[in-house]
């Protein structure tokens, strides 16, 4: 870099101003190069302040001399203070780099440059200059000598095999790298046709090859697999005057990951980098200007190269650039010597795109900075995939709401907001009623339409502050803020919210000329500060959600601390199930079945769990439970296999061989795809007697899916099982679907049991059952008959088989095996009372 100093005009301004203005501030700023002056005789140096931030003292006055030149290292001041000395003495300019600092540690390099200034008689009345920061510019030097090291290393490890050849296609040369290769040296081959190095077909398809370059004077290129060497080889046949010259690369490790280099090269194949090379800043110049650009520059601006060349790059940053940006890229370039971003840049039509740039410096052997090399990558697509990648991964992709990650995020601020400012706020969770119905019957499209006309309702029913979010199928949140400060009155607005949204969901949908009417469930929960989670917020509103379901749909709950209670226990509950069914903590108890005369002919398995905590728990506490988790199926099968592994046992003795079990099977462990084969399975490995294994279906199987049901019912009938409808009476048996039941018997619920003594209706029910049973041609269990009187009555009718506690309560299986000695013992009574 030459810089130019004019001494008339430098001696014309005046002698105490140090050089500045406006303009040359902002070129000193940008430059890193900082002024100086010094009036002789004397020591008081005049500087810029960007002199002052390189040197590192006070702007905006003088400094001593000593002071300055105390500035720079130790080693370096002693050669100043000569230079400074032989300049004001005989006018000898300098121009050299230093060090300035305190430490080797802390020390950074300057360019420092000095001349003198004479008056009209040519005496020496000033010396001036200027201080450039060149560190950058070092590091990039050290930088760009270690990669050219590097790069010196990695071409000379750069190997080929390399022959020559006549126009017979023999060889006239060979390097060391081919006699290595084709393990022959080149006394052997001189002379001899190349194809000869290589037999069979691959010789064959190699002399084509070559004869056809030669006769076309076009390269060659193939590959192909050399036994005799056990390698793949790439052939790049290049003709000349005189014959061909011939490259050899083993490329098996290639071949061996083809698909892979494929991928790659096709990767590679469609890069289209535009590449920009800029001048550095000579002195005086405000910009760096443009010397190459490429054509993907050309094909992706607009602009011709004799467009650009000699301007500023900044032309394409468009009317506003990114100036923060910018500034980041000036303070990395000169921190580390190169900068990666991602800007917009201007088409010549005042369109815009999106490029990833990498700027690299490029020094001079001097270590001076004299070109800037970009390189840039169309990545617009890419920007725009990632705005669509944010929108799916924040929003729902049919209604355009905010998803739940959006969702928790914006209530998780919400929260420390409200914690801040003491205002209440609320949580609204939303279900559609029957929403399945609709998907069932009318198809999903319309569901979906349901669905985004629900949206746009919900949205018009809060403020544009608010948060009206999906979570997933017919759930969606309302996030209410801002309510006030005084939780009564937030509660009410929130109501008055609620019963808008269910106004709004009321009203007939319009689904392409379809008209449907919709209903919602609500739950609400409010929320002041941080003194609840996110998630615990979302569980108290779903809870209330589903209270409101409960109390009949189309409503609206507020959140109850006994609905968490409540959830919390049948957690706790149907996390006890399964360790209980791990640790085996059930048990079966047996109530046994007598006839007419109070002979025992069989006996109900009932569930009991053993709970280490809680004792003996009975099934009603805990079989909806394992109904809703599930549990039903594993548990349900124990009770099966345990029951006929009793069955088993019981065959081997007389007494109690002709004995049948009863086992109660849930609508959930029948409608099991593999209920009937588990059955016979469960039948196959115990050796049970069929008919002995009697099975209690409730009447809640008969409410749906009925040919699948006796098409199940009459697989078990067909292999003897025996079939008992339990609860009869308390649910959907009709006449018409009675008849065609492959049944052997039904039971008499208890509750008809109990007041048929006082009751006429319940005394009617229980005759007209049994006289229905007995019109089919099937047997009738009485079962929760407690007293004598009970059991009379139910004989009268006709009534010929009796559970209850008149007879035995339900009894684990030691205590049963006594009961049923005892029986065996004991002449029949009409009714024996309970151990």
């Known amino acids: ?214 006769a076309s004077h076009h390269r060659a290129e193939f590959e192909d697999f050399y036994p005799t060497l056990d390698k793949w080889l790439e052939v790049r046949a290049y003709p000349f005057a005189e014959g061909l010259a011939v490259y050899f690369r083993d490329v098996s490790e290639r071949r061996q990951a083809q698909e892979q280099l494929m991928l790659l090269q096709t990767s590679i194949s469609r890069l289209n980098d535009i590449v920009l090379i800029a001048e550095a800043l000579p002195a005086g110049e405000s910009a760096p200007r443009i010397v190459f650009v490429n054509d993907a520059f050309e094909q992706h601006t607009g602009y011709v190269p004799e467009e650009v060349l000699g301007k500023t790059p ?91 990650q959006l969702l928790m995020d914006r209530l998780q601020r919400a929260l420390t907001q409200s914690a801040r400012t003491r205002h209440q706020g609320a949580l609204m969770f939303i279900d559609v009623d029957n929403f399945k119905a609709l998907n069932d019957t009318l198809g999903h499209h319309k569901g979906d339409q349901l669905l985004q006309k629900v949206a746009t309702r919900l949205l018009d029913c809060v403020r544009k502050t608010d948060t009206v979010a999906r979570l997933g199928g017919d759930e969606f949140v309302v996030m209410l803020e801002d309510l006030g400060d005084e939780p009564g009155a937030a509660a009410a607005r929130a109501r008055v919210v609620a019963e808008k949204v269910l106004d709004q969901l009321r009203t007939p949908f319009d689904l392409d000329g379809h008209q449907h009417h919709a209903s919602a469930s609500m739950g609400v929960t ?151 084969d588990m059955v016979m399975a469960t039948i196959a490995r115990t050796g049970i007697p069929p008919h002995r294994l009697k099975l209690e279906l409730t009447e809640s199987l008969l409410a749906d899916r009925m040919e699948i049901t006796i098409a199940k019912m009459g697989s078990l009938r067909a292999i003897g099982v025996t079939l008992a409808i339990d609860d009869f009476g308390m649910g959907y048996s009709s006449l018409s679907v009675l008849k065609r039941l492959p049944l052997d018997q039904l039971k008499i619920d208890r509750s008809f049991v109990a007041d048929l003594l006082t009751d006429p209706n319940d005394a009617a029910i229980s005759r007209a059952i049994i006289t229905l049973a007995q019109s089919l041609g099937l047997g009738v269990v009485a079962e929760g008959v407690e007293t004598q009187a009970q059991r009379d009555f139910l004989i009268q009718q006709g009534c010929e088989h009796f559970q209850g506690y008149l007879f035995s309560e339900p009894l684990p299986i030691a205590q049963l095996e006594a009961y049923l000695r005892r029986q065996d013992t004991c002449p029949a009574s009409s009714a024996s009372s309970a151990p």
Request: a neutral charge; proline letters at 5%.
């Open 1 to 214: 870099m030459t810089h130019d100093f004019t001494c008339e005009d430098a001696a014309a301004s005046p002698a105490t101003q140090p050089p500045g203005g406006s303009l040359l501030d902002m070129a000193e700023r940008t430059a890193h190069i900082g002024s100086w002056s010094m009036d002789l005789p004397g020591h008081r140096v005049m500087h810029s302040d960007e002199f002052a931030a390189i040197l590192g003292v006070p702007k905006g006055g003088a400094l001593l001399l000593d002071a300055m030149t105390d500035r720079f290292r130790p080693d370096w001041r002693g050669r100043l203070r000569s230079l400074l000395h032989r300049c004001s003495q005989d006018g000898t300019p300098f121009d050299e780099e230093m060090q300035i600092g305190a430490s080797a540690k802390t020390a950074q390099w300057v360019r420092a440059v000095g001349e003198a200034v004479r008056n009209n008689q040519g005496q020496i009345v000033r010396l001036q200059g200027a201080l450039q920061d060149i560190s950058a510019q070092k590091q990039a030097q050290r930088e760009t000598l270690r990669l050219a090291m590097r790069l010196t290393t990695t071409l000379a490890s750069i190997t080929e095999a390399f022959v020559t050849l006549d126009r017979q296609g023999c060889f006239t040369y060979l390097n060391q790298e081919s006699e290595r290769l084709l393990q022959r040296s080149t006394g052997d081959l001189l002379g001899q046709p190349i194809w000869q190095a290589f037999s069979g077909g691959v010789g064959d398809r190699l002399k084509q090859q070559l004869e056809k370059s030669l």
């Open 314 to 404: 900044r032309m394409m940053l468009g009317p506003e650039p990114q100036l923060r940006e910018l500034r980041r890229m000036s303070q990395a370039l000169h921190k580390d010597g190169q900068v990666r971003s991602e800007l917009r840049i201007f088409r010549k039509d005042g369109s815009w795109f999106w490029v990833e740039l990498e700027i690299v410096l490029v020094l001079a052997p001097s270590g001076q900075l004299t070109h800037w090399v970009a390189v840039g990558r169309d990545i617009t697509q890419r920007k725009a995939a990632e705005d669509e990648i944010h929108h799916l991964a924040f929003y729902d992709p049919l209604t355009k709401l905010p998803n739940r």
């Open 526 to 676: 409010a929320f002041s500060g941080l003194r609840g989670s996110v998630n615990e917020l979302l569980k108290q509103a779903d809870l209330a959600m589903y209270q409101a379901k409960t109390l009949g749909r189309n409503n609206v709950c507020f959140f109850d601390p006994a609905l968490q209670a409540a959830a919390s226990a049948k957690a706790a509950l149907s996390s006890d199930l399964r360790i209980g069914l791990q640790a085996q903590q059930f048990l079966l108890y047996y109530q046994p079945q007598v006839d007419r005369h109070g002979r025992i002919t069989g006996v109900e398995a009932l569930l009991r769990w053993q709970h280490p905590r809680q004792g003996l728990v009975a099934p009603a506490d805990f079989i909806p439970a394992a109904e809703d988790t599930g549990l039903i199926l594993p548990l349900g099968q124990w009770a099966l296999e345990s029951a006929c592994a009793q069955l088993a046992a019981w065959a081997s003795r007389p007494e109690t061989a002709g004995l049948s079990v009863a086992v109660n099977v849930s609508v959930r462990q029948f409608r099991h795809p593999d209920f009937v």
